[in-house]
C-alpha cells in the first residue's frame, strides 16, 4: 500500500483542480476555473461526509442542482477512481450499489475510505482556496478587479 498523506495530497489536488474546471465559465472561449465555487460545494460534500457518512456523501453529489451538477460528478467521479483503483475497495462501477454491498459490511474498509476521502477534501478545500487567492493576486496585478 503506498503512502496515505501523499495520496490524501494527490487526489486533494485532483478534486479542487477537477471540480474548479467544472465549475468554471467559459470566457472568450477559455473555461476560467471557479475555485471559490469549488470551494463552498468541497466544504458542504465534507460536512455531509463528516457528519452523516459514505452513503450520504454520494447521495448528496447526486442530489445537486443544475448550479452544482458538474462539479458534484466529478466528486463522485474522483470518489469512485480512489475507491476504486487505488484503495481497491471496490469493484462495482455503481458508487452507491458500491457501497452497499462491497464496503458497508466491512467496517475496516468502511472507516478507511471515510479517513481518506476526509483528509483529501480538506486538502482540496486548502487547494481551492489558494488557487482562488492565487487568481485573486494576478487579477490585481494585472490592474483587472476580480
Do not use: W
Amino acid at each position: 500500500m503506498e503512502n496515505l498523506d501523499r495520496l490524501c495530497a494527490e487526489y486533494g489536488h485532483k478534486f479542487a483542480d477537477e471540480v474548479s474546471k467544472a465549475l468554471g465559465k467559459k470566457e472568450n472561449e477559455t473555461l476560467k476555473p471557479n475555485p471559490q465555487k469549488a470551494e463552498n460545494l468541497v466544504t458542504k460534500a465534507l460536512g455531509v461526509l463528516q457528519e452523516q457518512g459514505l452513503y450520504a456523501f454520494v447521495l448528496f453529489c447526486e442530489s445537486r442542482g443544475s448550479a452544482e451538477k458538474d462539479g458534484a460528478e466529478k466528486i463522485k467521479d474522483i470518489t469512485k477512481e480512489l475507491l476504486k483503483e487505488k484503495l481497491s475497495l471496490i469493484n462495482d462501477d455503481d458508487l452507491l450499489k458500491a457501497i452497499r454491498s462491497e464496503i458497508a459490511s466491512k467496517l475496516d474498509d468502511l472507516m478507511l475510505a471515510i479517513q481518506v476521502l476526509e483528509k483529501s477534501l480538506i486538502y482540496a478545500r486548502y487547494h481551492a482556496k489558494a488557487l482562488s487567492n492565487s487568481l485573486e493576486e494576478n487579477s490585481v496585478s494585472e490592474g483587472v478587479v476580480a
